[in-house]
């Protein structure tokens, strides 16, 4: 269901936006006080169910829904970069298919750029570890590496 919220807070915005309360002798009515204090008839219902809903669902409540939810959406796309994701095959609801494809190949560089330079960094540090030894015998690695003997090598 498509819901026009620009429509939805105007309606809201047009009305008392006082808070809404179920009434009348069989809980079927909803009434305002309109900030004047008085009580003010606003709908009435077949069920009081509905009566509760509505006036649980009052102006003051939606316009403060509408202003949660865009507050929600404009951080979920501040953050849509990052919630890319692919699911069984198909795009989430955050972004096409090519866009979903994009950044998985956008990740796999990054991960295989990042891989590469550990490596290149390991390899620079084994290099330096090796350029301060000094030429030893196998007798002498296999005396340091606990053997007696250098059979065992």
Same mark, same amino acid.
């Given at each position: &269901?498509?819901?026009? &919220?620009?429509?939805?807070? $105007?309606?809201?915005?047009?009305?008392?936006?006082?808070?809404?309360?179920?009434?009348?002798?069989?809980?079927?009515? #909803?009434?305002? $006080?309109? %900030?004047?204090? $008085?009580?003010? /008839?606003?709908?009435?219902?077949? @069920?009081?169910?509905?009566?509760?809903?509505?006036?649980?669902?009052?102006?003051? #409540?939606?316009?403060?829904?509408?202003?949660?939810?865009?507050? $929600?959406? +404009?951080?979920? %796309?501040? &953050?849509?970069?990052?919630?890319?994701?692919? !699911?069984?095959?198909?795009?989430?609801?955050?972004? =096409?298919?090519?866009?979903? +494809?994009?950044?998985?190949?956008?990740?796999?560089?990054?991960?295989? /750029?990042?891989?590469? !330079?550990?490596?290149? +960094?390991?390899?620079?540090?084994? !290099?330096?570890?090796?350029?301060?030894?000094?030429?030893?015998? !196998?007798?002498?690695?296999?005396?340091?590496?606990? @053997? =007696?003997?250098?059979? @065992?090598?």
């Amino acid at each position: &269901m498509e819901i026009d &919220m620009n429509a939805l807070e $105007a309606a809201a915005r047009a009305t008392d936006n006082e808070p809404w309360r179920q009434g009348g002798k069989d809980g079927r009515e #909803v009434h305002s $006080a309109f %900030g004047d204090g $008085a009580d003010h /008839f606003v709908a009435r219902t077949v @069920y009081p169910s509905e009566a509760a809903f509505i006036a649980a669902a009052n102006p003051g #409540v939606v316009l403060e829904l509408v202003r949660r939810l865009k507050a $929600a959406e +404009e951080k979920l %796309g501040a &953050m849509r970069p990052l919630l890319i994701g692919n !699911v069984n095959g198909d795009a989430t609801l955050f972004g =096409s298919q090519e866009e979903v +494809e994009a950044f998985h190949l956008k990740m796999r560089e990054n991960e295989e /750029f990042a891989r590469q !330079v550990a490596i290149e +960094e390991c390899i620079a540090e084994k !290099v330096e570890a090796f350029k301060g030894l000094e030429r030893c015998s !196998v007798d002498e690695i296999a005396e340091d590496a606990g @053997y =007696s003997d250098a059979k @065992y090598l």
